[in-house]
């Protein structure tokens, strides 16, 4: 069984910065991909951004240059630096990581959610 819990959303003002944490746990072998998503109100879910292991970060149009992705794998952690955020930025965030198990089958898995609200 495999975990994602995610921290770090809260409501900023416009122009203002959060950095968000997921932190995998359970039964783990390797971790192929971790990522974040995001889905606003009355919209679909939508990728912000991924980072496979060993391979290209990639990041949604919407927020190249101001949010920045990285992973510590001593801790199995996706951190996403969000800066100059926006009343569009608003959604719940959600971590995401396909992750082999002792088994070595990938599966996919997401976390509960984080709210991240920019308003003034």
């Known amino acids: 069984q495999v975990q994602l819990v995610e921290s770090g959303g809260d409501l900023v003002q416009p122009g203002g910065s959060l950095r968000l944490s997921c932190a995998a746990s359970?039964?783990?072998?390797?971790?192929?991909?971790m990522g974040w998503y995001r889905q606003a109100p009355g919209k679909q879910r939508e990728l912000v951004a991924t980072m496979p292991t060993g391979g290209s970060i990639n990041y949604a149009d919407s927020v190249k240059g101001r949010f920045t992705i990285s992973r510590d794998n001593t801790k199995n952690t996706v951190y996403l630096q969000m800066n100059s955020l926006n009343p569009e930025d608003t959604a719940v965030y959600y971590c995401n990581a396909m992750i082999l198990s002792d088994d070595l089958r990938p599966r996919n898995y997401w976390g509960q959610g984080t709210q991240v609200t920019v308003s003034s």
């Open positions: 359970g039964s783990i072998f390797s971790i192929r991909l």
